[in-house]
């Protein structure tokens, strides 16, 4: 069976390697070129995939029955899936808790530059109304990775979809709630893209985008 899996790693490292290095490659005779793959790149890649292949108990992973999108996760450097789920969470709690506040501090080390100037906008206007957030995330009902997309070779955005259970008023400067109701819990659908660079040394996850549905 092992023996089965080498197989199955070495074609999965040889499709990566052609993918990443395809680009390179002439479209007609005279433009074919001769690429040498050095052994310690090889085995570095190769290394990293039968990490990602491995379960929680450090199981082998039969790639053949993995779904569409596990096969392109397993491509995500240092990736593991529940603990992504369980970051996303509390990255999810923390990002509506520092909105709620107006906490562009906090803010500015979970969403990316972009983001972070549009969220910036709508605090300060929120200011000048003289509204106040109040946002309360009573638990989780769902949440689920729906979609990965690899961007020019450097870059992944994973497409998180949360189902959760919230309480949101809005108060005026007086303290007096202009919407909402604070005995009302909602079932909320969100879906937020993460981003990451695909550098192995770099860990951290930014929301890039949010959508209400």
Do not use: H
């Not at 990002?95 to 803010?107: E, M, N, Q, V």
């Not at 005026?172 to 993460?194: H, P, R, S």
């Amino acid at each position: 069976m092992s023996g089965y899996l080498d197989i199955i790693f070495l074609l999965v490292l040889v499709v990566v390697i052609f993918s990443k290095l395809k680009n390179a490659l002439g479209t007609g005779a005279d433009e074919a070129k001769v690429i040498m793959i050095p052994k310690e790149q090889f085995d570095k890649v190769y290394k990293e995939l039968r990490k990602n292949m491995l379960d929680e108990s450090g199981d082998s992973v039969d790639v053949s029955l993995l779904s569409p999108l596990d096969k392109e996760l397993i491509k995500i450097p240092n990736f593991n899936k529940k603990l992504f789920v369980k970051g996303a969470q509390r990255a999810f709690e923390a990002i509506l808790a520092a909105f709620s506040r107006g906490d562009t501090k906090t803010l500015s080390s979970l969403v990316n530059k972009e983001l972070l100037k549009r969220i910036e906008k709508v605090v300060e206007e929120r200011k000048q109304k003289g509204i106040v957030t109040e946002s309360d995330l009573i638990s989780f009902v769902e949440t689920e990775i729906e979609s990965v997309n690899f961007v020019n070779d450097d870059k992944v955005n994973l497409v998180v979809k949360f189902v959760s259970e919230q309480v949101n008023l809005l108060k005026n400067a007086e303290g007096k709630i202009i919407e909402g109701d604070e005995n009302y819990v909602q079932t909320i659908l969100d879906v937020w893209t993460f981003e990451k660079s695909l550098n192995p040394k770099i860990n951290n996850w930014l929301l890039c985008s949010t959508k209400k549905c």
